[in-house]
């Protein structure tokens, strides 16, 4: 069996006015992540996780920030192209581990919402993706309330 690890990593600032989308739930806060597209971070980071893992580049290549197709567009969309990708590569998901570090707001409540909706889009079984959420203990632009990062490891392997 042909097995891959790809890593994924994103960041982007939080600003008033804007939604906070993360792992493809809207969540109550009064500060969003700006970005071209919702600015989903933790979809972001499993899109290069997986793309990565596969060698298909980025999810930059593939939805440019400069393309208007991709202007305020649902990343949940997104994974589900690089899923159509990787099924195209004849490559199927195994399993996800991410981690998204947020000051606030406190996210450990939404994590089985977010892994409802991203199990159907990704294929796998909602115990196939981990969530952890981590604070950064008021240090640096996280610790500040001024960005959020999230970082993803994703197995996938070769159908067949």
């Known amino acids: 069996m042909n097995v891959r690890i790809g890593f994924g990593y994103d960041v982007h600032p939080l600003v008033e006015g804007r939604e906070l989308w993360l792992g493809g739930v809207k969540i109550n806060h009064h500060k969003g992540c700006l970005g071209h597209s919702d ?66 707001p406190k996210i450990n409540p939404r994590i089985i919402e977010m892994q409802k909706v991203l199990a159907p889009i990704l294929k796998i079984s909602e115990d196939s993706i981990s969530i952890k959420a981590t604070t950064n203990e008021k240090l640096g632009y996280v610790g500040n309330e001024q960005g959020v990062n999230a970082y993803a490891v994703a197995l996938i392997y070769k159908k067949g």
């Open 39 to 104: 600015a989903d971070v933790l979809i972001h980071a499993i899109c290069d996780a997986l793309l990565g893992a596969a060698n298909l580049r980025d999810i930059g290549h593939h939805f440019p920030n400069t393309n208007p197709k991709y202007q305020g567009a649902d990343s949940k969309m997104l994974l589900a192209e690089v899923i159509n990708l990787l099924h195209q590569n004849n490559y199927l998901v195994g399993n996800i581990d991410s981690t998204l570090s947020i000051e606030a």
